[in-house]
Every structure is written in C-alpha cells, then in structure tokens.
C-alpha cells in the first residue's frame, strides 16, 4: 500500500493578481485530501484501474473504473468526473510515459477530503499534487496540462508554512515566510456558502482585461506589507485598500458593502470572488452577527492554519 497526503489551501492576498506575477500570500490548511493506493493480485487480463472517493465524512461521492493500459472509462457515477480523471492520467503519461505502462494487477485508488467539498480548500489542487506524487512526476507541469492555475494552491499542498508566492515567465518563486500576526486570536474565516457560478465568470471577466503593471505593483506592496504589519488596525487598512484595488479592477462591489455594510471590522474575499471564505478581523459579539446573518461556520485562523 502506499499512502499520500496534499494540504488544503487559502489565498490571503493577490487573487487574480497572481495570474499575472503579483506576489501573492498564501497559507496550506490542516485539513486537505489523502490518497491511498493497493494493488491487487497478478492480474493478467484487463488490468483496471479502480477509483473510488470519500468525502470527509466518510460518504462515497465518486467511483470509475479505467482501463489500465488506455485509461478509457469502463463504468463511472459521474461522467464529467470519471474524464477529467482521465485526462488527468493522460497527461501524466506524457510526463511518465512508463506511468502503470507494464502493470499486470488492478490498482485499487482511495481518495479522501478532509473538509466540506464546498469549502474551497482545494480539492482540485490536492488531487494534481496527490497524482503527481503518486505518478512521480512535477505536480506544477501536471498542473499546467490540466487544471491550468497559477500555482499557488499547488505550492501550499506541501508546504510546512505560510507562503509568498509568484510566477513570471522567468521563474517561479515559492518562499516560506512567517505569517502568526500578533492579533492572529482576532481573525476569523466565514464560509459564504454561495455557488461557484460566479467565481467561474469574474475569473473570465478578469482574462479579458488589460495587464496593468501599476495595479499589480501595487498589489505586490499590499501583500509584502501585509505580511509585516504588528497591528490589527494596520493590517484592516490594508486589507481594505486591497479590496478597494480588486474591485476597483474587476468593477465589482466589495463583498462586505454586499453582506455586511453594518460591520465595523474589515472583511476580505479570499481567492476567487463569489463564494467561499471571506477573512474578518474581529469586533465585540462577531461570531452572533454573523450567525444571525445566516453564516454557520466560523473559523479561527488556528482552526485551519497548518
């Protein structure tokens, strides 16, 4: 048997930004997702590859069988599912052409989320690293052939601590930092619990906007200095301006002047806009304005901090 693990994670500063080589800060979270590989008997005909996933709760959600040799699908309970999954796999072949080439048993994959599925943790990014450790190949070139993002959530699923992160045409920078905020007992994560729909269109509304030099400079300071600040007061001024400088970019309303117009501490989108976690920097009874708004789960920051 054979045994991987990828953390989960969560962009603090940069979305969007960070397509376009704006450093970007991000954390790797306790919970992400396990892959656990068996092999079964000599197996001389057919050899299959077998898929199955669990939610955190223990609820299979995803189950597909492969051909071993092709990758075709044989049976799945979702189709859209069972061909990303192969086209996961061939992509690996390109990297590894030997990849499970010459094997003559069935493997037997077990997937498992730690967290809510609808959380954002990444189940998608763990997976790539889960494969691409399994595979042994580089989970960032994976990445590219597939799911195609900037990085970061890839470098957070082995990171050991805060990262900064950038990618430009020339190279990649992964630097772990040390992000504990004196005040870290005073942020919070809400879940939003919103649909994705609309991250997926202000994320194509972003790719068709002019790369502004100025503007990502600009985000690159906001998160160096975020990184820094020794109070909550000044890490609320420039978590404000960052989301002045996101909507401003996008020609969207800020998600607190959306939910939370009455709040007097600051609240920020985290990763792409429209759903997940928004961070919030605390104020007297917060946890009961928000539940009172309909918001169930909040989150210390080291609730989910690796």
Known sequence: MEHFKA????????????????????????????????????????????????????????????DLKTFEIILSSDQKLAKKLKELFQAIRKLNPDFLRTEIRNVQCKT???FPKDWGFGSSSTLVYLLAQFAEVDAFELNKLTFNTSGYDIACASAKTPIFYQNTPKERRVEAIEFQPKFADQLYFVHLNQKQDTQISVSKNYKDLSRDLDWLNGISALTYNLSQVETREEFE????????????????????????SDYEGSVKS?????????????????????????????????????
């Not at 960052?242 to 959306?258: D, F, N, R, T």
């Not at 985290?270 to 918001?295: H, M, S």
Request: hydrophobic share 45%.
């Open 237 to 260: 001024v420039i978590l404000n301006l960052h989301e002045e400088m996101i909507s401003s970019k996008l020609g969207l309303e800020k998600v607190k002047e959306q939910y939370f």
């Open 112 to 114: 498992r989320l730690e």
């Open 270 to 306: 985290l990763g792409a806009w429209g759903g997940d976690f928004v961070l919030i920097t605390e104020r007297p009874n917060c946890k009961a304005y928000f539940r009172k708004k309909g918001f169930q789960t909040i989150l210390r920051f080291h609730d989910i901090f690796l």
């Open 7 to 66: 953390n989960g994670k969560l962009l603090i500063s940069g979305e969007y930004a960070v397509l376009d080589g704006a450093l970007a800060l991000a954390i790797p979270t306790k919970l992400g997702q396990t892959l656990e590989v068996n092999y079964s008997e000599p197996h001389t005909e057919n050899p299959k590859l077998v898929w199955n996933a669990f939610l955190h709760d223990e609820s299979l959600w995803f189950s597909a069988e492969f």
